[in-house]
């Protein structure tokens, strides 16, 4: 069945709201020159990376689908992004934490048989996953965002996915190492919005639609969970023809969920309260 278009989620992990818009010059110079749009969107609470994972795909809130912090992971029981497009004969591509793939296929996580596969009749079509075992302060363990975004391209290349994610924790492991106001952030970003650059322009020629953001946001002291506009709050980047709404709007983080959904033609699930945000 073809969907009514073709969208590739882009998640960096951590990155507070004035480092996207004051640090990405190339995501900026998009918009400027009128391909992408972009509105301030807030995390659900805690705004802790797995329940933000969770929220991210199925669209409620950590009270309900239960992932309450990063050391309580299950298989979730809500309809997803990734069962819904399968559902209408979509195929999904995820080069993700294995996070993902605890939540929205299998848990727990196997080092073998989980990080990479391809599943004609599951949620997740192709799955390509990496795991950061042994993160700590002083190694990041994470694999390098180039290789990342390549594997996306690949995976859309060789499988034509209709909706794949690309999720990578560099940001907010480089921030929980030093801070969101220093030299190190500084670069990390930088380096990070030009690899990006070197792929978008090859996702949307190859006609998919993008939305580039983060999971939550982060302090200058490295920190987020609680309720606090540094730890929830960033930004997302649209490019497609969607409608969207006034530049100003403060976006749900919940709205997510349907709003990749109403894009790609797919039903909604009733799960889904929150408003789709693009037309």
Same mark, same amino acid.
């Given at each position: 069945m073809a969907l009514a278009t073709k969208l590739l989620l882009i998640i960096l992990d951590g990155v507070p709201y004035r480092n996207w818009?004051?640090?990405?010059?190339?995501?900026?110079?998009?918009? /400027?020159?009128?391909?992408?749009?972009?509105?301030?969107m807030r995390s659900v609470l805690p705004s802790t990376s797995a329940c933000c994972y969770a929220s991210i795909h199925t669209g409620v809130a950590p009270q309900v689908h239960g992932i309450l912090s990063n050391e309580n992971r299950f298989r979730v029981e809500q309809p997803d992004?990734? $069962?819904?497009? $399968?559902?209408?004969?979509?195929?999904?591509? %995820?080069?993700?934490?294995?996070y993902w793939s605890e939540f929205f296929r299998s848990?727990?996580?196997d080092l073998v048989e989980d990080m990479e596969f391809d599943e004609p009749d599951g949620p997740i079509t192709h799955g390509r996953f990496h795991t950061m075992t042994g993160y700590n302060a002083r190694n990041q363990m994470t694999p390098s965002d180039v290789d990342l975004f390549a594997t996306l391209t690949m995976l859309a290349k060789r499988h034509g996915i209709d909706y794949g994610i690309l999720h990578t924790c560099t940001l907010d492991s480089m921030g929980h190492r030093f801070g969101h106001?220093?030299?190190?952030?500084?670069?990390?970003?930088?380096?990070? &919005? %030009?690899?990006?650059?070197?792929?978008?322009?090859?996702?949307? /020629?190859?006609?998919?639609?993008?939305?580039?953001?983060?999971?939550?946001? /982060?302090? &200058?002291?490295g920190h987020h969970g609680g309720h606090d506009d540094e730890m929830q709050d960033f930004a997302l980047y649209y490019f497609g023809p969607g409608k969207g709404p006034e530049p100003d709007t403060l976006l749900d983080q919940l709205q997510l969920a349907p709003t990749v959904l109403k894009r790609l033609g797919v039903p909604v699930p009733k799960t889904m309260k929150a408003k789709p945000f693009l037309g």
């Open positions: 818009r004051r640090l990405m010059g190339n995501l900026e110079g998009w918009v /400027q020159s009128g391909e992408a749009r972009v509105w301030k992004i990734f $069962s819904e497009v $399968s559902k209408a004969g979509g195929r999904t591509g %995820a080069v993700t934490h294995s848990y727990p996580f106001d220093c030299h190190e952030m500084d670069h990390a970003v930088y380096a990070m &919005d %030009a690899m990006l650059a070197g792929f978008l322009p090859l996702w949307r /020629q190859a006609g998919y639609e993008v939305i580039v953001t983060a999971d939550h946001g /982060q302090t &200058d002291r």
